[in-house]
């Protein structure tokens, strides 16, 4: 079946490490996203990226750093730099920049 | 610039009533609309999507929505809801390469 695996579902790390979140899709897409999601504020985009090796930061990239060295494959890295990375975090593709995007079913992130 | 606002942080409704769940945007050029569903821990689902023509657009689930350009609204309802239509429902604009999402509606279907 088509779709977009995010894992691990659920991962905790201790305050001061990096770590990365995988996405990857079957969907041929061209476009790929990270969104962050926290109570009450929706969804807020951290990186996207509409070709491979290429990506563009969102309204959220700061403490964030991503690849696209495959068109299947979009990992989040989440730094030390992220001041409160505790989160449950989206990643999505869509066909084009401005279409209906596939979410995966999302990794919950504790910082500890 | 484009915005999203959902006007409603939580509606609660009995079994079988109606809910509307209402949603506005703001945007200076052409923008494509959307809403998705959430159910917990999940992520989000497609329920319906308006890019061009009729300005009724239905969806899964018994879900449609109406656009209105001229009070840009894009609200969406539901004749009859189920318990199972618990969830967390977010509007969306896209006019460019960003989706902006709004800060979601949680509906809470009460038996």
């Known amino acids: 079946d088509g779709g977009i695996t995010q894992s691990p579902k659920y991962l905790f790390r201790k305050e001061g490490q990096n770590v990365t979140l995988s996405c990857e899709q079957n969907l041929n897409h061209d476009a790929m996203y990270w969104y962050r999601q926290d109570p009450g504020q929706g969804l807020r985009l951290i990186y996207y990226?509409?070709?491979?090796?290429?990506?563009q930061k969102g309204d959220i990239a700061e403490g964030y750093s991503v690849s696209r060295e495959k068109k299947e494959s979009f990992p989040l890295t989440v730094t030390s730099a992220q001041k409160n990375p505790t989160a449950f975090y989206l990643c999505?593709?869509?066909?084009?920049?401005?279409?209906?995007?596939?979410f995966g079913q999302g990794t919950r992130l504790t910082v500890v | 610039a484009q915005s999203v606002t959902q006007l409603d942080s939580q509606v609660p409704v009995f079994e079988e009533a109606p809910v509307e769940l209402r949603c506005n945007y703001s945007?200076?050029?052409?923008?494509?609309l959307f809403w998705y569903v959430q159910y917990p821990n999940q992520g989000l689902q497609l329920l319906l999507k308006y890019l061009s023509g009729s300005t009724l657009v239905k969806g899964i689930n018994g879900f449609e929505a109406e656009f209105n350009k001229s009070q840009t609204s894009f609200h969406l309802r539901k004749p009859s809801v189920h318990i199972s239509d618990t969830a967390e429902y977010f509007c969306?604009?896209?006019?460019?390469?960003?989706?902006?999402f709004g800060a979601g509606t949680r509906l809470f279907v009460k038996a």
């Open positions: 999505a593709s869509s066909t084009q920049a401005n279409t209906e995007a596939f």
């Open positions: 969306a604009v896209n006019g460019g390469f960003k989706t902006i």
């Open positions: 945007s200076s050029v052409s923008v494509y």
């Open positions: 990226s509409q070709i491979v090796n290429d990506f």
